[in-house]
C-alpha cells in the first residue's frame, strides 16, 4: 500500500509537470522566422532557463513534421495553420511574430506592369498556398477572376526557374524566392505586393495545444526570448549583428538581407497582443484567419470549414 508521502509526490506530479526535454520549433527561411537564430547565436534559451531545440527545415516540410509529431511548434501563416489542422494535426497560434509586408509578391515578365495585364496568361503559383489566397485578392481589386488567368501549379522554392524560363509570365512568391525571381529575369516587376494588403499574412508560432497546456511556463520564457529579438532588431545599434546572424543563416550578403527585411512588419509584444483582439478585418489574427478560412473551404484545400477561434489561443500575452 502506498503511504501518505508517496501519495503526496504523486498528487504533486499529477499537477505540476518539469520540462523533461527539450521543445522542439521547425523553423523556416522567412525572415520573420530566420530571427529565432539570434537566439540560438546569443544562448538567449540558456538566459531564460528554458531548454529548446530549433530544427531547420523547407516550410512545407516543416508543416509535414509538425503533422506527423516530431515537433511540438512550428512557424506557419495563419491560413496554412488552419491547412494542417485541418488535414493533420491541430495547433494554436500562440505568438505572432510579424505580417508580410510586402515580401509576398507578384512578379511579372517585363512589359507586364498591373495586374489587370494579367488577363489570359500564365501565372504559377503554388496553389492552395498563402500566394494563392495572394493572387485571388489582387485580382479582384482589378475586376478579375482566377477563371481570368491559366494557374499553373508551382512550388514556392521553384518559381524564380519557372518565371526565368519563360513558361510563365508571372508568379507568386514569398522572400527570398520572390526577390531571387526579381535578379533572375531582368525587367521583371513587383506588380503586387502583400503590402497592399497588410495583414493578409500573419506569421506565427503555432503550438500543439497538448505542449503549450503542459509546459506553459516554458512557452512563456519561449516567448520573453521572441520579444528580446524583436527589440535587438529594432534598436539601432544592435540591429547589424542581428541582420549578420541571419544572413548567414541563409546564406547571403548581410547587406541583401536588410533588403528582405523591410517587407517583414516584425510586431511587439504590445502590438501583437492588439491583434488579438478580434476584428471582422485584417487589424486582427481572428479577421485575417476567418478570410484565409474562407479561402480554403472554397478552393477545396479542405472540405469543411474550420472553428478559427479554436486556433487562436492568447495565453503568452496574458
Keep these: 500500500m502506498l503511504n501518505r508521502l508517496a501519495l503526496f509526490l504523486l498528487s504533486l506530479g499529477a499537477f505540476s509537470f518539469a520540462q523533461a526535454t527539450p521543445l522542439t520549433i521547425g523553423y523556416s527561411d522567412w525572415p520573420g522566422w530566420v530571427a529565432w537564430e539570434v537566439a540560438v547565436e546569443k544562448g538567449w ?52 511574430n510579424d505580417f508580410s509586408n510586402g515580401n509576398d509578391m507578384i512578379v511579372a515578365q517585363p512589359g507586364i506592369t498591373d495586374v489587370a495585364q494579367l488577363a489570359g496568361k500564365k501565372v504559377g503559383v503554388e496553389i492552395g498556398f498563402v500566394g494563392h489566397l495572394l493572387l485571388l485578392r489582387a485580382l479582384e481589386k482589378a475586376g478579375l477572376t482566377e477563371d481570368d488567368v491559366d494557374l499553373i501549379n508551382v512550388p514556392t522554392n521553384e518559381t524564380p526557374m519557372v518565371l526565368a524560363s519563360g513558361d510563365v509570365d508571372a508568379i507568386v512568391a514569398w522572400q527570398p524566392n520572390s526577390s531571387q525571381s526579381l535578379q533572375m529575369v ?27 497546456n503542459r509546459y506553459p511556463s516554458e512557452w ?23 541582420l549578420e546572424i541571419m544572413a548567414a543563416r541563409v546564406g547571403i550578403a548581410a547587406n541583401e538581407y536588410a533588403e528582405l527585411m523591410q517587407g517583414t512588419r516584425f510586431l511587439n509584444k504590445e502590438e501583437a497582443k492588439g491583434r488579438y483582439a478580434p476584428t471582422e478585418d485584417l487589424n486582427s489574427l481572428s479577421g485575417s484567419t476567418n478570410i484565409a478560412n474562407e479561402f480554403n473551404v472554397k478552393y477545396k484545400v479542405y472540405p469543411r470549414t474550420q472553428a478559427t477561434a479554436d486556433y487562436i489561443n492568447d495565453l503568452l500575452y496574458q
Design 45 to 96: 534559451f540558456e538566459d531564460e532557463g528554458v531548454d529548446v531545440t530549433l530544427e531547420w527545415f523547407d516550410y512545407v516540410a516543416s508543416m509535414d513534421a509538425f503533422a506527423a509529431g516530431q515537433l511540438d511548434a512550428v512557424c506557419m501563416t495563419n491560413g496554412d495553420t488552419l491547412v494542417t489542422g485541418a488535414t493533420g494535426r491541430r495547433s494554436v497560434m500562440a505568438l505572432i
Design 220 to 242: 512563456g520564457k519561449v516567448a520573453a526570448v521572441w520579444y528580446r529579438i524583436v527589440d535587438f532588431l529594432n534598436d539601432p545599434e544592435t540591429q547589424p549583428e542581428a
Design 186 to 212: 531582368p525587367g521583371s516587376t513587383s506588380i503586387y505586393s502583400s503590402a497592399n494588403d497588410p495583414g493578409l499574412i500573419y506569421d506565427t508560432l503555432a503550438i500543439a495545444p497538448e505542449s503549450l
